[in-house]
């Protein structure tokens, strides 16, 4: 899977999480050379509704509380002293799936096919991937969870490409199921407009 999406650098995805009985979703668009990302999310947990972008190295940021209505603030994810950089910066590593897939190298226990599906009209095959939490969020450079399972199973659903096309997991309280498609085709995605930046 990894060496397919290798030849991909494009993708869209869409991701729906649960929280506390607090729901967000995401749609997001994303190229891998070079990278950049737009996320535009919608729930509570982001104030109803945020967008991040991130090109040119820079991370952009619109959200309520932060930012005015279509205005955004720029963040430089590799400034160490800026809290908001971590935390937008963890926050796109959790919804790039090929970051997540990294992860799955530091601590996969075990994958056993399922069954073949079909999803969404296409043919499928699914797959039970079981994870050591501490060892992948570890290989992600992130410190272990209070509460999280020592081990986490992913439904992860792979086409006749060997693309990931969905994949989902639950733990106590929490619930995400993501899906990706258009690999490899042409998108565009663009730093806001200068006078669309604001200050902190």
Do not use: C, H
Not at 130 to 152: C, E, F, R, Y
Request: hydrophobic share 45%; no cysteine; proline share 6%.
């Amino acid at each position: 899977m990894k060496k397919a999406i290798a030849t991909k650098t494009t993708l869209r995805t869409t991701m729906r999480m649960v929280a506390g009985g607090e729901v967000m979703t995401v749609t997001g668009v994303q190229s891998t050379k070079p990278v950049a990302m737009q996320l535009d999310m919608s729930g509570s947990m982001v104030g109803g509704k945020a967008k991040m972008i991130v090109t040119g190295g820079k991370l952009y940021v619109s959200m309520k509380d932060l930012t005015p209505a279509g205005k955004f603030v720029k963040v430089d994810p590799k400034n160490s002293s800026d809290p908001q950089a971590a935390a937008f910066g963890s926050m796109l590593e959790e919804m790039d799936p090929t970051k997540t897939f990294d992860a799955f190298d530091g601590g996969l226990l075990s994958v056993k096919f399922v069954r073949a599906e079909t999803v969404a009209g296409a043919k499928l095959d699914r797959y039970a991937v079981t994870v050591d939490t501490a060892k992948a969020l570890k290989a992600q450079g992130q410190p272990a969870v209070a509460g999280m399972p020592k081990t986490l199973v992913y439904a992860l659903w792979m086409d006749a490409a060997n693309l990931m096309r969905k994949v989902s997991f639950e733990m106590p309280g929490v619930s995400m199921t993501m899906t990706a498609g258009d690999w490899g085709k042409p998108v565009s995605i663009k730093a806001p407009p200068a006078s669309a930046i604001v200050k902190r």
